[in-house]
C-alpha cells in the first residue's frame, strides 16, 4: 500500500532551526512535494525533489533518499509566521500525489 | 505564474440545495485538474481527477452523481454538489497541472470554497 509517516506536532522557538522527516512507501515513484498550508487555506508550494540530496531554497531546504523512502523539510531561521501545517506529498507511478495529514509546526516566540 | 482561481471562497446553502464550484487556471493551461476535500485537521481527501474532454475519474467511496465533475476547457474545471446535506459540509480545493511541466508534475492549488450545508 502507500503510506505516509510524519509526526502530527512540532513545535519549535522564533530564530531557531527545525527538521521536519517524512518516510513514505509508494507504488512507483515520480519525485516528492513539500507544501505548506495554513489553517483554512489552501495548501502552497515549497519544493520538489526527484533525485539524492538537498535542496535549498532561501530559509528552506529539503532533503531526499529514494533508497530509504525518506525525505525532511529544514526551516531555518523561524519566523512566526511559519506556523502552519507541513505537508509531504510522494508521487507514485501515476503521477498522483500521496497525501498524509501533515505536520502542525507551531512556533514560540 | 501559475495562478489558480476559484468561486466562490465561500458558500451558505440549504439542505437539498445544489453549489457548483468553479476552477479556473488563470495563465496557463491544465490538462489535468484535481478536486480534494479537507475536514477540520485532516489530511487532503482526493475525490476525483479531471481530465480536458474526457470524464472525471473518481476516488474510491466518492459518488460520482453526487459530485458531478466538468472539464470543458484547458482552464476551467467545475464540480457541482447535489443535493448537499450537512455532512457535505467541507472545504473544497481544486488543483491543477501544467500542460507544459515536464518532469516536474507540480499542482498549482486554487484558494479553496469552503461549503456549509445548514
Not at chain 1, 21 to 28: E, F, M, P, R
Not at chain 2, 4 to 21: A, L, R
Amino acid at each position: 500500500g502507500q503510506n505516509i509517516d510524519q509526526p502530527t506536532e512540532m513545535t519549535a522557538t522564533e530564530g531557531a532551526i527545525v527538521q521536519i522527516n517524512c518516510t513514505y512507501q509508494t507504488s512507483g515513484f515520480n519525485g516528492l512535494f513539500w507544501y505548506q498550508q495554513h489553517a483554512g487555506e489552501a495548501p502552497t508550494f515549497l519544493s520538489y525533489n526527484v533525485l539524492d540530496g538537498l535542496e535549498e531554497k532561501g530559509r528552506f531546504s529539503s532533503f531526499l533518499s529514494r533508497s530509504k523512502g525518506y525525505s525532511y523539510l529544514l526551516l531555518k531561521e523561524l519566523q512566526m509566521k511559519d506556523s502552519a501545517s507541513y505537508l509531504c506529498a510522494p508521487s507514485d507511478s501515476n503521477y498522483q500525489l500521496i497525501w498524509g495529514a501533515g505536520t502542525k509546526l507551531i512556533i514560540k516566540p | 505564474g501559475a495562478v489558480v482561481s476559484q468561486h466562490p471562497s465561500w458558500v451558505i446553502c440549504k439542505s437539498g440545495t445544489s453549489v457548483k464550484i468553479e476552477c479556473r487556471s488563470l495563465d496557463f493551461q491544465a490538462t489535468t485538474m484535481f478536486w480534494y476535500r479537507q475536514f477540520p485537521k485532516q489530511s487532503l481527501m482526493l475525490m476525483a481527477t479531471s481530465n480536458e474532454g474526457s470524464k472525471a475519474t473518481y476516488e474510491q467511496g466518492v459518488e460520482k452523481d453526487k459530485f458531478l465533475i466538468n472539464h470543458a476547457s484547458l482552464t476551467l474545471s467545475t464540480l457541482t454538489v447535489t443535493s448537499a446535506h450537512p455532512e457535505d459540509s467541507s472545504f473544497y480545493i481544486c488543483s491543477a497541472r501544467d500542460l507544459l511541466a515536464g518532469e516536474v508534475n507540480e499542482q498549482f492549488f486554487g484558494p479553496g470554497t469552503r461549503l456549509t450545508v445548514l
